[in-house]
């Protein structure tokens, strides 16, 4: 696991810092990945050159902070050169209040998350104070230390465990996830769009429906997503029912089980049945129903949108695939019908609310991707989008319904052309030249 090759531009830093006397590594993810023999991405280093005097030795470096980052242009890439710290006590679970330079690599890895991500490596030496090398191994993910005291100097580490953990098919060390559970509330505490990308970050990894597992274990999701956490629990059941199911664990199954490597996508699977809390009912039969959850569903992840900071491009797109997931793929629906799905749904976002649509099916325990009826749909879209969709592509056009009605351009020639064009998109084989050219006069008649 020793085995590692550092890249000719990181190499070249580290010679020059050694050059110069000072101490240099290459610390954090890029380390694990490299001993785990992945290639790695977004090399940082620490070092015992204060900012001042790692400017000196790349004067087009830029430094506007109080913990000691440098970033230093190389070609077309910026390095983060940090000089080594300890830190003191920390404010609203983000922010240490103090920090102090030492020249003790062990110092500065002292105050890292997990023990993974606390090893320092150089060009012939490897600093691994936390026997980080063993966790890589065992593939363990625990935290530095006292992990409660981790997690209260930054609780953006209670998601950073599970992502790191989801990211890698990890486990998480059994003291650090009960320090988890116990610290969960401090997420309060993070901004949401710091939330929101870690969450992402689950959502778009191989082992999403494990890292959502693993949220709600940890009583974090409760607290993210609380219209979600209140699905646990609801039952659709009755002798109408051919599965019953928990629509909390429905949820995240239909996760699981959607294709797609989109998180927005990902996540409108997690969210598409978060209406039916608000719309459950019983009837006299003992049938549990949902009506409209599609539409209470939509109106939900609006606000979920606006609270994870989405932009609008987002949050509509979201809001689409939840709102009409429920989507009819009945056999004799009408080209105009179909027209209306599209428009309801976006053109963009077909494939999208398809896959959306696969995962529900599957996390409903229905043992096909697909149906012959959603595959008969599919191909009605596109016979539809080759299909006129606008006034403009009717057989005839204005000075037609003129010369035929004898009338002056105005209101009634746009009147005409509207309804001959509401015809077509009801059947398409009326788009000829003959047949609207009667039915203009029929339509005054």
């Not at 001959?420 to 788009?431: A, G, I, M, T």
Request: charged share 30%; net charge neutral.
């Amino acid at each position: 696991m020793n085995d590692y090759t550092l890249p000719d531009e990181v190499q070249n830093i580290i010679k020059k810092f050694k050059d110069k006397e000072f101490q240099i590594f290459v610390v954090g993810g890029a380390v694990r990945d490299l001993l785990m023999g992945k290639g790695a991405h977004d090399f940082d280093f620490t070092t015992d050159a204060k900012p001042e005097e790692i400017l000196k030795l790349y004067p087009k470096g830029f430094y506007d902070n109080k913990f000691g980052t440098v970033g230093i242009p190389v070609g077309k890439e910026v390095f983060e050169v940090t000089t080594m710290r300890k830190e003191g006590l920390y404010k609203d679970s983000r922010h240490p209040i103090d920090v102090s330079w030492t020249n003790k690599i062990e110092e500065d890895l002292a105050r890292r998350d997990f023990t993974i991500n606390a090893i320092a490596l150089s060009d012939s030496e490897i600093v691994d104070p936390y026997q980080g090398q063993n966790d890589i191994k065992d593939k363990i993910v625990k935290a530095v230390g006292d992990p409660s005291s981790r997690f209260q100097e930054d609780a953006l580490r209670l998601m950073r465990a599970i992502r790191i953990a989801t990211q890698l098919e990890f486990e998480i060390d059994e003291k650090t996830f009960q320090a988890i559970k116990k610290n969960a509330n401090l997420i309060k505490d993070i901004a949401w769009e710091r939330i929101r990308d870690e969450l992402f970050k689950i959502l778009e990894s191989k082992n999403a429906y494990e890292g959502a597992l693993q949220l709600k274990k940890s009583n974090i999701l409760q607290i993210i997503l609380p219209e979600l956490e209140k699905c646990f629990g609801i039952v659709q059941e009755g002798p109408k029912h051919d599965r019953v199911y928990d629509i909390g664990e429905h949820s995240l199954l239909s996760l699981k089980f959607t294709p797609s490597t989109d998180p927005l996508v990902r996540f409108a699977a997690l969210l598409h049945d978060i209406g039916k809390v608000p719309t459950v009912k019983k009837d006299i039969d003992g049938n549990v129903t949902f009506y409209n959850h599609d539409l209470a569903g939509g109106k939900i992840v609006l606000e979920i949108g606006k609270r994870f900071n989405l932009s609008n491009k987002q949050t509509d797109k979201l809001y689409k695939l939840v709102r009409w997931h429920m989507f009819s793929v009945s056999e004799d629906q009408t080209d105009a019908a179909i027209r209306r799905f599209i428009k309801n749904v976006g053109l963009e976002n077909i494939d999208s609310i398809m896959t959306v649509r696969v995962g529900d099916r599957l996390g409903g325990g229905t043992q096909t991707e697909t149906s012959w009826r959603i595959e008969r749909f599919k191909e009605r879209i596109k016979e539809v989008l080759k299909k006129p969709f606008s006034i403009s592509d009717l057989k005839i056009n204005g000075k037609n319904v003129m010369e035929t009605l004898k009338i002056k351009p105005g209101p009634k020639v746009g009147e005409v052309l509207n309804k001959l064009f509401q015809e077509v998109l009801e059947d398409s084989s009326k788009n000829t030249k003959e047949y609207l050219l009667k039915r203009i006069k029929e339509l005054v008649a």
